[in-house]
C-alpha cells in the first residue's frame, strides 16, 4: 500500500505540472498540416487525398513488409486492447488510470467530431486493391480522417509519458523522444496496413497528444475519478476486468494475435491479484 501511495505521489507530482500552454505543440503541428494543405490548394476532400498519394503507396509499401508485426502493432490503436494491457496499473499505479479515463473520453469526443464533419475516402474506397497492400479487414467508407486508432494511441502514450516523467532534464528529454517515436511506430501501421492517408495519421496522432494534456488538465480541476485508487470500489474493475477476459478470448479465437495473448495475459493477473486481496479482507 505503501508503494502505492508512492507512486501515486509522484504521478500527480507530475501531472501537476502540465500546463495549458503544453497544448501549443500539436496545434502547431495541426495548423502547419492546414497551411501546407492551403498552400498545395488541397483543403477539399479528393485534393486532400491527391496530395499525399505518393506517400501512402510509399510507406505502405515499405511497412506491409512485415505483416505480422504492423498487424499486431496496430492492435495497440484499439482502446480496449491498449486499456487491457495498462490494466494491472490500476493496482500498483491508479492516479495513472484516472488520467486515462479523462482523456479517453476527451478523445472519443476530438475523434468523432472531424470524422462527422470531413468526408474522406479511405485508400481502399479510391485506389484499386491490387495497387497496395491491405493487412487484416478491408475498410472502406468515407471516415478516414482522422485516424481513429492514432488518436488512441497518443492519448494513452502522452498520458503515461506525463505520469512517469523523470526528473532530470536529459532523462525527460530522452523520455520524450522515447514516447513520441513510439507513437510513431505504433501509428504508422495504419499505413502500413492500408487504412488511413499519412496525413491522417499525423493530425490524429496531433489530437491524441491534444486529448492527453486535455485529459490530465481536466484532472487538475475536477477529480472526477478519485474514487479509483479506492480498493473498496476495484470490484467495478473485476467485473470490467472479467468482461474483457472473455472479450480476448474471443479476439484470440478469431485472430490469435501475440499482442492479445499479452493483453489477456495482464488482465489475469489484475483479477487474480483484485480477488486475492478481497479474500484477504474477508479472513480478517
Given at each position: 500500500?505503501?508503494?502505492?501511495?508512492?507512486?501515486?505521489?509522484?504521478?500527480?507530482?507530475?501531472?501537476?505540472?502540465?500546463k495549458?500552454?503544453?497544448?501549443?505543440?500539436?496545434?502547431?503541428?495541426?495548423?502547419?498540416?492546414?497551411?501546407?494543405?492551403?498552400?498545395?490548394?488541397?483543403?477539399?476532400?479528393?485534393?486532400?487525398?491527391?496530395?499525399?498519394?505518393?506517400?501512402?503507396?510509399?510507406?505502405?509499401?515499405?511497412?506491409?513488409?512485415?505483416?505480422?508485426?504492423?498487424?499486431?502493432?496496430?492492435?495497440?490503436?484499439?482502446?480496449?486492447?491498449?486499456?487491457?494491457?495498462?490494466?494491472?496499473?490500476?493496482?500498483?499505479?491508479?492516479?495513472?488510470?484516472?488520467?486515462?479515463?479523462?482523456?479517453?473520453?476527451?478523445?472519443?469526443?476530438?475523434?468523432?467530431?472531424?470524422?462527422?464533419?470531413?468526408?474522406?475516402?479511405?485508400?481502399?474506397?479510391?485506389?484499386?486493391e491490387?495497387?497496395?497492400?491491405?493487412?487484416?479487414?478491408?475498410?472502406?467508407?468515407y471516415?478516414?480522417?482522422?485516424?481513429?486508432?492514432?488518436?488512441?494511441?497518443f492519448?494513452?502514450?502522452?498520458?503515461?509519458?506525463?505520469?512517469?516523467?523523470?526528473?532530470?532534464?536529459?532523462?525527460?528529454?530522452?523520455?520524450?523522444?522515447?514516447?513520441?517515436?513510439?507513437?510513431?511506430?505504433?501509428?504508422?501501421?495504419?499505413?502500413?496496413?492500408?487504412?488511413?492517408?499519412?496525413?491522417?495519421?499525423?493530425?490524429?496522432?496531433?489530437?491524441?497528444?491534444?486529448?492527453?494534456?486535455?485529459?490530465?488538465?481536466?484532472?487538475?480541476?475536477?477529480?472526477?475519478?478519485?474514487?479509483?485508487?479506492?480498493?473498496?470500489?476495484?470490484?467495478?474493475?473485476?467485473?470490467?476486468?472479467?468482461?474483457?477476459?472473455?472479450?480476448?478470448?474471443?479476439?484470440i479465437?478469431?485472430?490469435?494475435?501475440?499482442?492479445?495473448?499479452?493483453?489477456?495475459?495482464?488482465?489475469?493477473?489484475?483479477?487474480?491479484?483484485?480477488?486475492?486481496?478481497?479474500?484477504?479482507?474477508?479472513?480478517?
Open positions: 500500500m505503501l508503494k502505492v501511495k508512492s507512486v501515486n505521489t509522484k504521478i500527480n507530482d507530475n501531472y501537476t505540472k502540465v495549458a500552454y503544453f497544448l501549443v505543440f500539436p496545434l502547431l503541428i495541426i495548423t502547419s498540416v492546414v497551411v501546407f494543405l492551403g498552400y498545395k490548394g488541397s483543403l477539399s476532400e479528393d485534393a486532400y487525398t491527391a496530395v499525399q498519394k505518393d506517400w501512402f503507396f510509399y510507406f505502405n509499401a515499405k511497412l506491409s513488409q512485415f505483416p505480422h508485426i504492423e498487424y499486431n502493432l496496430t492492435q495497440f490503436g484499439d482502446a480496449f486492447v491498449f486499456l487491457s494491457l495498462l490494466s494491472v496499473f490500476v493496482l500498483y499505479a491508479p492516479k495513472l488510470w484516472e488520467g486515462l479515463i479523462s482523456a479517453s473520453l476527451v478523445s472519443l469526443v476530438l475523434s468523432r467530431v472531424p470524422k462527422s464533419l470531413f468526408d474522406v475516402p479511405r485508400p481502399a474506397e479510391i485506389y484499386d491490387s495497387s497496395f497492400t491491405i493487412i487484416g479487414e478491408k475498410l472502406v467508407g471516415s478516414s480522417l482522422p485516424s481513429g486508432h492514432s488518436i488512441t494511441i492519448t494513452m502514450l502522452t498520458v503515461l509519458v506525463f505520469a512517469f516523467m523523470p526528473k532530470k532534464r536529459m532523462k525527460r528529454i530522452l523520455w520524450l523522444v522515447l514516447g513520441i517515436g513510439m507513437g510513431m511506430l505504433l501509428a504508422s501501421t495504419r499505413v502500413g496496413v492500408g487504412a488511413h492517408h499519412p496525413l491522417d495519421v499525423l493530425l490524429g496522432g496531433s489530437i491524441g497528444i491534444a486529448s492527453g494534456i486535455i485529459g490530465i488538465l481536466i484532472n487538475q480541476k475536477l477529480p472526477l475519478w478519485s474514487w479509483v485508487s479506492n480498493e473498496k470500489y476495484h470490484f467495478v474493475f473485476l467485473i470490467l476486468f472479467l468482461g474483457s477476459m472473455g472479450v480476448l478470448i474471443d479476439k479465437r478469431t485472430e490469435n494475435l501475440v499482442v492479445y495473448y499479452v493483453a489477456l495475459a495482464s488482465i489475469v493477473y489484475s483479477i487474480y491479484i483484485i480477488t486475492k486481496n478481497y479474500v484477504r479482507k474477508i479472513k480478517k
